[in-house]
């Protein structure tokens, strides 16, 4: 054996074959050209009849193959994503993954009192201002419906709150097209100029489709302006097995991929090559309770097929992770949490949302959000895998060392031990008299006093205060 070879053994999670990535392929253009999408906006319909579409009456839009690998050929298979100050953060690319808060819940787990109640601008903010303080959330969402704003411009408080509150990149949801101009115009004060946010944008838009195959006015007029200002933008829709989906995985996920594909075709007629982030999520409606839970296998089998078709179509990607059904952060959102994260953190979807969620995005919890970036510090030294380089296979340490000999003093074990080894910040390796010394405290206390800690220390880098006012301003109205 040579002792100078490098091999670095990472673990991967694999599901589709090549022949099974090309049959569904197939039967997404034999949807798109023989049922079709329904397309409620005008500029888009016009597009797609210019394109070579069949467009008919009631909006109904045949999309056939030439179109899709046309507009495949134009869709970036990379997205550079920056923070606020121009700083690069993030590369949507081949299996890198970022992970950052899940949106919009109404309801927040209160941090003094531990009640379910109303979420408030506050709570946008104290949320964004964790997050801008844990080393694992890499992009800010709005955790949090501000009920104490006026509801018809919540979604402009929720984006001002956030770009004050973090530099972290900023995934946003907008109420309407002029929402979608209004947080525009703030993304330019904030950046300095609207060539500087295209350039090195800090911002990406989420948007939604309805199952099946619907794409309405006001999601499509706002996937339009983002592919015109060249604004990243997720579009995708869930489709619910049994409900607005087959009730079979195969099915589901075969309709959500044709859906997925009519939507790229939009935007990239819009503007070829303007940067595009896609999901193909199924979920499934569970016949006892007639709720579409967060957490199944099924939703992991199929986050695995959205990435292995969008790695075979070059597109990058979205998924969540970090949630799941629990009403409280108990043992069952312990282990939604814990399986959620490493299975997509070794999938490798891009960009990975939902950390700090509860009851099916209904609640958001601090603690639960400090709890994963913890897992997903665990989930990126699992990923990383085994180094088989001699350093690592350290023979000439074990022969020094010898027989009933130990590493504990030994310059390797000095050298190696901090990079290779993980250390918690959060969870509780001392043995059991340790940890009662220590107060015994759950979990749950644990990651509380942490984020309690954090938010008393972090400030966020300063925004301008005259860039503060005026995006205030643009939220108002």
């Known amino acids: 054996m040579k002792n100078d070879f490098f091999v670095r053994a990472q673990p991967r999670v694999k599901l589709l074959e090549q022949d099974q990535k090309e049959e569904i392929h197939r039967c997404s253009l034999r949807l798109l050209e023989r049922n079709g999408v329904l397309v409620h906006e005008e500029q888009a319909l016009q597009l797609l009849k210019e394109a070579g579409c069949s467009v008919e009456a009631d909006h109904r839009v045949f999309i056939p193959e030439r ?72 992009f800010i969402m709005s955790l949090g419906l501000a009920g104490d704003t006026p509801v018809e411009r919540s979604d402009r408080y929720h984006f001002a709150g956030m770009v004050e509150s973090s530099a972290k990149p900023i995934m946003f949801t907008a109420l309407s097209l002029e929402g979608l101009r209004d947080i525009f115009e703030m993304a330019v004060i904030v950046a300095g100029s609207a060539e500087q946010v295209c350039r090195r944008p800090f ?13 309405p006015k006001d999601s499509i007029e706002k996937v339009l302006f983002c592919a015109e200002k060249r604004i990243p933008v997720e579009y995708h829709s869930v489709d619910i097995g049994g409900s607005t989906a087959p009730a079979t995985l195969a099915g589901s996920f075969v309709q959500g991929n044709a859906r997925m594909l009519s939507g790229l075709v939009i935007h990239q007629l819009k503007s070829p090559g303007a940067p595009l982030i896609v999901d193909t999520s199924v979920v499934f409606l569970d016949m006892r309770t007639m709720a579409s839970p967060y957490m199944s296998p099924e939703i992991l089998l199929a986050s695995i097929m959205n990435k292995e078709m969008a790695l075979y179509y070059g597109i990058p990607t979205f998924a969540k992770a970090g949630a799941g059904d629990a009403k409280i952060l108990d043992q069952q959102a312990g282990v939604e949490i814990g399986m959620s994260i490493l299975n997509e953190y070794l999938i490798g979807n891009n960009l990975i949302h939902d950390m700090g969620y ?9 603690e639960s959000l400090v709890i994963c970036d913890e897992v997903v510090s665990f989930a990126k030294r699992f990923g990383r895998g085994v180094d088989f380089s001699a350093e690592h296979l350290a023979l000439d340490v074990i022969e020094e060392v010898g027989p ?48 309690e800690q954090m938010l008393a220390s972090h400030e966020p880098p300063p925004l301008d205060a005259k860039a503060v006012e005026e995006i205030y301003n643009i939220a108002s109205g």
Request: proline letters at 4%; charged letters at 25%; a negative charge.
């Open 67 to 138: 179109v899709v690998s046309r507009a495949l050929q134009s869709v970036p298979e990379k997205i550079e994503i920056y923070d606020r100050k121009g700083t690069p953060s993030m590369s949507l690319e081949d299996r890198k993954a970022h992970f950052g808060t899940g949106s919009d819940t109404p309801n927040v787990i209160d941090f003094e009192t531990g009640d379910r109640r109303p979420a408030v601008l506050a709570d946008v903010k104290r949320a964004a201002r964790l997050a801008d303080a844990l080393d694992n959330v890499d």
């Open 203 to 215: 911002l990406i838009h989420y948007a939604m489709a309805i199952a099946p195959f619907i794409h």
């Open 358 to 366: 509860l009851e099916m995005g209904m609640t958001g919890s601090l």
């Open 404 to 451: 009933a000999g130990n590493y504990l003093t030994h310059d390797h074990t000095l050298k190696h031990f901090r990079e290779e080894f993980w250390f918690p910040k959060l969870m509780d390796h001392n043995n059991h008299d340790t940890w009662v010394k220590q107060g015994s405290r759950s979990l749950f206390e644990r990651a509380h006093e942490r984020a």
